[in-house]
């Protein structure tokens, strides 16, 4: 059974600073999703990481896959407040032929001034 | 970019009713498209995926007699919460599949029974 794992689950940081989110999943999977959440709103799409070794930047977030080690990175640079929100990476789960998301639990990242 | 329109976003229902909520992949065609539900405060959780013209498949430990979903086109996809009580009250996404790695998500069904 697929597992995908994301730490930390809370995330508090000051405005201007750096910090990285982990995403650990258990199976062999090339392909990573990163998604954004806001507060009573759906997910919007982040990054979509297909191979080892990707790496996609936009703004101030820059997302890595690294399959051998089942793990990707969701990099913070200079965050601002407008980065608040819950972060999801998700794995696909390639099932008889047919594929579906497994999502981590979430990073709430707060931002503060 | 695809799109996919969810509606309604919001319906509050009283317990023992119906309710039906559709998504449709505007732009694109989508042979499969997802069911999610999400719970305050926790992670997106699988409920079945269905499949244009056959059956859904359903997770386990999801009521496939409650959580009724069709899949009649390749634009829509529906999925109705039959005789809803207060524990169904949660958040419904749907997804579609585009092309071999897109997932685009409609944005959302709050659904509350009284």
């Known amino acids: 059974e697929l597992k995908v794992e994301q730490n930390p689950l809370f995330l508090s940081m000051q405005e201007g600073k750096n910090y990285t989110i982990y995403c650990n999943y258990s199976?062999?999977?090339?392909?990573l999703y990163w998604y954004r959440q806001d507060p009573g709103k759906s997910l919007e799409s982040l990054f979509v990481l297909l191979s080892n070794g990707a790496v996609k930047q936009e703004g101030r977030l820059m997302a890595s896959l690294d399959t051998k080690a089942r793990l990707s990175t969701l990099h913070i640079t200079a965050a601002v407040h407008d980065l608040s929100a819950t972060y999801f990476c998700a794995v696909d789960r390639d099932q008889g032929g047919s594929e579906k998301l497994v999502f981590g639990k979430g990073t709430k990242l707060t931002v503060n001034p | 970019g695809a799109v996919v329109s969810q509606h309604p976003s919001r319906v509050i229902c009283k317990s023992g009713t119906s309710v039906k909520i559709e998504c449709r992949s505007l732009d694109f065609q989508a042979t499969t498209m997802f069911w999610y539900r999400q719970f305050p405060k926790q992670s997106l959780m699988l409920m079945a995926t269905?499949?244009?013209?056959?059956?859904?498949?359903?997770e386990q430990g999801v009521e496939k007699d409650k959580f009724l979903i069709n899949h009649a086109s390749l634009t829509l996809s529906t999925l109705t919460v039959t005789s809803a009580h207060p524990e169904d009250s949660s958040f419904y996404i749907c997804?579609?599949?585009?092309?071999?790695?897109?997932?685009?998500f409609g944005s959302g069904t709050r659904l509350t029974v009284v």
């Open positions: 997804s579609a599949q585009e092309g071999r790695y897109g997932y685009t």
């Open positions: 199976t062999t999977s090339d392909r």
């Open positions: 269905s499949n244009e013209g056959s059956k859904a498949t359903y």
